[in-house]
């Protein structure tokens, strides 16, 4: 590889680095605004429950950040690269596996979950919700890093590793899958599935012409859009009325997280093709 195409490969994992790591600093805003100072200051009302109320604040926080704690932990671990910025570029794409199998299951699993609550005492009902996908994500992360920190004698990034390709690729099919069946569907949400599965498209077409294999191009791809949908939603949990079943498609809120996830997306897409252009 040349010095040109090393500069060009560095700058392609600074800026999903970047971008990582500003989503995370994102999610603990939101959590620390939206969330833990509202719950905390319920405190004062004499009618709550405050060991339920501690338990609940609790598992939602560690089910909001562990998963990509951990993620990132054992993809930095897994690296045997001494470069420190593969180690963290390794660690926010095993992040971004982990929210879409933290989504994904938190999605299949809600019906068997709410059979499951009935036999079990509250607030144990509640951390068990919140823990399982927080549990899945581990072990399904780590399996996976084990594998690659055995196998990858050529310390090839995450990325270029078949095993997460397939995995990735594969969680954000069903992703579009399942998503309709949702009950909290609403026109916003619907227009974020339409529009992702069109970024995913188009930025597969804007690679055709590189020298990589499919799959890497779907990687690729993939990769674009998880940061571009990432964005749409950690920014949508500063807007709460985004959630409700009136929302519009096109509302100035909902045309705001379109605008900033699209931004996100060609920026990426614009590195990306530097990177691995001819």
Excluded at 87 to 101: D, K, M, Q, R, S
Excluded at 114 to 127: G, I, Q, S
Aim: glycine letters at 6%; hydrophobic letters at 50%; aromatic letters at 14%.
């Amino acid at each position: 590889m040349t010095k040109k195409s090393t500069q060009q490969r560095s700058a392609h994992q600074h800026f999903v680095i970047t971008v990582g790591y500003t989503l995370f600093a994102c999610i603990v805003l939101g959590l620390i605004t939206g969330t833990i100072i509202p719950i905390v200051q319920a405190f004062s009302n004499p009618h709550i429950r405050i060991m339920n109320v501690t338990v609940f604040l609790v598992s939602l926080v560690v089910s909001a950040l562990l998963p990509a704690l951990i993620a990132y932990g054992v993809g930095g671990a897994s690296t045997k690269s001494k470069n420190r910025r593969l180690h963290h570029y390794n660690g926010v794409i095993f992040g971004l596996l982990a929210f879409w199998i933290n989504i994904l299951f938190g999605m299949l699993n809600a019906d068997f979950m709410n059979t499951f609550y009935v036999t079990l005492p509250t607030p144990v009902n509640t951390a068990v919700g919140f823990m399982a996908p927080v549990v899945v994500s581990a072990v399904a992360v780590g399996v996976l890093a084990y594998y690659y920190h055995r196998g990858n004698g050529k310390q090839v990034d995450l990325a270029e590793y078949r095993p997460f390709q397939l995995s990735l690729i594969g969680l954000v099919v069903t992703f579009v899958m399942v998503i309709p069946f949702q009950q909290f569907i609403n026109g916003y949400w619907s227009s974020v599935v339409i529009i992702e599965i069109g970024l995913l498209l188009i930025a597969y077409i804007c690679l055709m012409k590189m020298h990589l294999s499919v799959l890497q191009k779907l990687t690729l791809a993939a990769i674009g859009t998880t940061l571009a949908f990432i964005t749409q939603y950690v920014a949508s949990q500063f807007l709460p009325n985004i959630y409700g079943s009136a929302t519009e498609a096109w509302s100035i809120s909902a045309t705001t997280l379109f605008l900033a996830s699209f931004l996100v997306w060609a920026l990426y897409l614009y590195i990306t093709r530097l990177t691995y252009r001819k």
